[in-house]
T-cell receptor, first 115, second 117 residues
Framework: NAGVTQTPKFRVLKTGQSMTLLCAQD?????MYWYRQDPGMGLRLIHY???????AKGEVPDGYNVSRLKKQNFLLGLESAAPSQTSVYFC??????????????FGQGTRLTVV | AQSVAQPEDQVNVAEGNPLTVKCTYS??????LFWYVQYPNRGLQFLLK??????LVKGSYGFEAEFNKSQTSFHLKKPSALVSDSALYFC???????????????FGQGTTLQVKP
């Protein structure tokens, strides 16, 4: 089982460039999440999705967009990268509450540097 | 609004001694609580969860956590620490009330556990 796979693993962008981070899960999970991890800040929720075709804002959504066109994929876009978006990005997925097996599974992360 | 607080940036403990990593939460409905561990340059790994039932839950690698509703806490514990337990630990909360469930999963800022030989 691949679980949650993030691509790319590393990326360096110039200020103003755009990019898309891809998250793919093979566990048939309904919920998917994008987080960023910064030193001393923990994991902060950027956007999330509770099902195919739906997305919602998290704690720090500004400067990011997302799409969930297919259940297994959750894309995170940066339209115009800024140095403040230098971070490690994690994708996660889980079953919904009703299953009780609702713990999230994480990808290995994408280390993004904006210069 | 949901929130999680981990009041200690770092916890230091000697190998063989018991350890506690603290977590308090705020959620409007029923809390679903989780602990995760992160090793350097890795993703997060699930340790244990509280959904309902017994307030003391047991998880992976000998860890356990106690849910205390009156104190809104979910502290992580282990009776005897190992050097290999040294890592970054995160507490997380979800509103478990189906009616008000938004699907959000919110994390604390993390606590670094350092176990010394």
């Amino acid at each position: 089982n691949a679980g949650v796979t993030q691509t790319p693993k590393f990326r360096v962008l110039k200020t103003g460039q755009s990019m898309t981070l891809l998250c793919a899960q093979d566990m048939n999970h309904e919920y998917m999440y994008w987080y960023r991890q910064d030193p001393g800040m923990g994991l902060r929720l950027i956007h999330y999705s509770v099902g195919e075709g739906t997305t919602a804002k998290g704690e720090v959504p500004d400067g990011y967009n997302v799409s969930r066109l297919k259940k297994q994929n959750f894309l995170l876009g940066l339209e115009s990268a800024a140095p403040s978006q230098t971070s490690v990005y994690f994708c996660a997925s889980s079953y919904p509450l009703e299953t009780l097996n609702t713990e999230a599974f994480f990808g290995q992360g994408t280390r993004l540097t904006v210069v | 609004a949901q929130s999680v607080a981990q009041p200690e940036d770092q916890v230091n403990v000697a190998e063989g001694n018991p350890l506690t990593v603290k977590c308090t939460y705020s959620v409007s409905g029923n809390p679903y609580l989780f602990w995760y561990v992160q090793y350097p340059n890795r993703g997060l790994q699930f340790l244990l969860k509280y959904i309902t039932g017994d307030n003391l839950v047991k998880g992976s690698y000998g860890f356990e956590a106690e849910f205390n509703k009156s104190q809104t806490s979910f502290h992580l514990k282990k009776p005897s620490a190992l050097v290999s337990d040294s890592a970054l630990y995160f507490c997380a909360v979800r509103d478990g009330t189906l009616v008000s469930n938004t699907g959000k999963l919110i994390f604390g800022q993390g606590t670094t556990l350092q176990v010394k030989p």
